[in-house]
């Protein structure tokens, strides 16, 4: 035993005498070269070839690796044995999964296999930074067989990329932007600024009629999933709602529906802040895909009728009047301290070259008046779908019991539920004026909510009607045309231009109207 211990001191004494050699006769430097030197001798007679994504690329983060880490929480299966880290994304209520330190998942992409491994490294201290950087280093190493490389390469990226994008908007709750006054930046540099867009209004809770709901939906899924359809046709994609009516007859909410239905986010634009054309084109620049842009009253947000000819304020500097000799719109407007958006600069906004800038968007612009629209607005291929959103019909009037009263059609209600079918319509109520004296009354039970709600129908028809019968025909046929989406759902509706003098969910030039 006592040889033993001797000859192992003996051992550990030379190694130890070898080491401090090498180190001297071979210096860090070398040896570090001589390492590489075998790395990558190693790496040329390897069937698999490597690729680093650092989480920081340079001061800033690398998106690559946001994205490749995000991708791996949904191929990461727990099955794959892989460890995986639990992260909630700022602003979003979904946990998602990521690959933790030091651990390896195996992915497969067009019938190859790849390897992905998380490697951390502590940050060597030292060097002067401005902004504070992660203490320790980390990367994902990609590997795939050398053969693969080629067909793999450019296309798993794209699919993680988008993969990721699509987690991301699933994971993430809606934003709201509004454009900030005047286009100010924020710190960011952006013109729009966003809050957590939380809106409970969905498809369900939209009161109107079942059919056109739903043929509303299959719209927006088909574009949605259009990807394919849109590059084959050579189109933009992007498609243009007009939502038109009275007040309080769910125009906004059926935009915060749309939103919740599709996962995008909502850019609420405010024409009234914005000063020109080039203003609002920038802004559009700034919006992302997968949103939809809202014009909400779009009647009354600017003027945008008759705009050709801008008088120039006497006391201001007069605008100069460009090369051709017309005059520059914008300076017009901005000398004159208001607006300057003209009717083809929102067109553009919608239509032309710029607004294809980006994808998959959704333009909404809403009014109570659509007779006061410029008939450029309605024409078919700028708005493609026009959604007349009418007074509270019997169909759209059950959907509200049943939100607001859990009413499941009991029969001890038939009597109360006969007489609001027969007096709904007359009394033109919006659903905004049923939901207050459901509201109200709901905590009284069920019969007796509806029994409140049938007596101010009731009053309301029977004042209409008796309004109506104390004026002369002429008069009453004047205010039916002044009166606002006075169209009855179902009729057609009194928009006074060609465009929408089409019948319910006939589609002319891709254009519905609903
Ligand atoms: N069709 C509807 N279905 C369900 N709720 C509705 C509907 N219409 C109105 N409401 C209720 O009335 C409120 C006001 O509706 P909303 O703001 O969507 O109307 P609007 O048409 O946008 O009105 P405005 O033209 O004044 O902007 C909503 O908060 C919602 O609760
Ligand atoms: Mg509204």
């Not at 920081?56 to 892989?82: F, H, K, R």
């Not at 296309?155 to 990329?161: F, Q, R, S, W």
């Not at 050709?308 to 300076?331: E, F, M």
């Not at 301290?337 to 809403?366: K, Y």
Request: glycine content about 8%; some cysteine.
């Amino acid at each position: 035993m006592r040889e033993y211990w001797t000859a192992l001191a003996s051992l550990m004494g030379a190694v130890a005498f070898m080491q401090g050699f090498l180190h001297a006769v071979f210096p860090p430097e070398l040896r570090a070269a001589v390492a590489r030197l075998l790395g990558r001798m190693t790496r040329s007679f390897s069937p698999y070839c490597y690729f680093d994504v650092t989480e920081m690329d340079g001061m800033s983060n690398n998106e690559i690796y946001d994205a490749v880490q995000l991708y791996l929480s949904s191929t990461a299966a727990p099955s794959s044995g892989a460890r995986l880290s639990l992260t909630r994304p700022h602003n979003a209520s979904s946990f998602t999964f990521g690959l933790a330190a030091s651990d390896r998942v195996v992915d497969a992409f067009l019938g190859a296999a790849v390897t992905w491994e998380h490697v951390v490294a502590p940050r060597q201290s030292g060097g002067f930074s401005w902004r504070p950087l992660p203490e320790e280093k980390r990367r994902f190493t990609l590997r795939i067989r050398r053969g693969d490389r080629e067909k793999l390469l450019p296309a798993y990226l794209d699919h993680i990329l988008a993969t990721a994008q699509e987690i991301r908007r699933r994971s993430q709750d809606r934003l709201l932007y509004t454009n900030a006054r005047g286009g100010a930046m924020d710190g960011r540099g952006l013109p729009w600024d966003p809050v957590p867009f939380k809106h409970p209004s969905t498809f369900d809770t939209l009161a109107m009629d079942p059919d056109r709901k739903e043929s509303i939906k299959a719209d927006l899924r088909d574009f949605a999933d259009g990807s394919a359809f849109y590059e084959r046709t050579g189109r933009a994609w992007k498609r243009g709602y007009l939502l038109y009516g009275p007040p309080g007859t769910g125009k906004s909410s059926m935009i915060a529906a749309m939103a919740n239905f599709l996962g995008y986010d909502v850019y609420d634009l405010e024409l009234t802040e914005v000063s020109s054309n080039a203003e609002l084109r920038k802004l559009l620049m700034k919006t992302t895909s997968k949103s939809i842009i809202v014009i909400e009253d779009i009647d009354c947000s600017v003027d945008l009728t008759n705009r050709a000819a801008l008088p120039a304020p006497a006391p201001k500097p007069r605008p100069r009047p460009s090369i051709d000799g017309s005059v520059d719109q914008d300076a017009a407007g901005a000398a004159a301290g208001r607006s300057s958006i003209t009717l083809s600069g929102l067109l553009n906004f919608t239509d032309g070259l710029w607004s294809c800038c980006g994808s998959e968007r959704i333009f909404v612009f809403t009014t109570n008046h659509i007779e006061k629209l410029d008939p450029a607005l309605l024409r078919s291929g700028r708005m493609d779908m026009h959604v007349f959103m009418s007074y509270c019909s019997f169909p759209a009037l059950k959907i509200l019991l049943k939100n607001y009263l859990c009413f499941q059609g009991d029969a001890d209600c038939a009597e109360v539920m006969r007489g609001l079918e027969e007096w709904i319509d007359a009394a033109e109520i919006t659903p905004a004026d049923v939901s207050e004296v459901l509201i109200k009354n709901r905590r009284n039970g069920e019969k007796q909510a509806m029994e409140e709600l049938l007596d101010v129908i009731k009053a309301r028809a029977e004042k209409r009607v008796g309004t109506a019968a104390g004026r002369k025909d002429g008069e009453v046929e004047e205010e039916e045309k002044r009166a606002v989406g006075s169209p009855k759902e179902g009729k057609e509706p009194a928009a006074g231009n060609d465009s929408c003098e089409v019948g319910q969910d006939e589609e002319t030039d891709g254009k519905k109207q609903l």
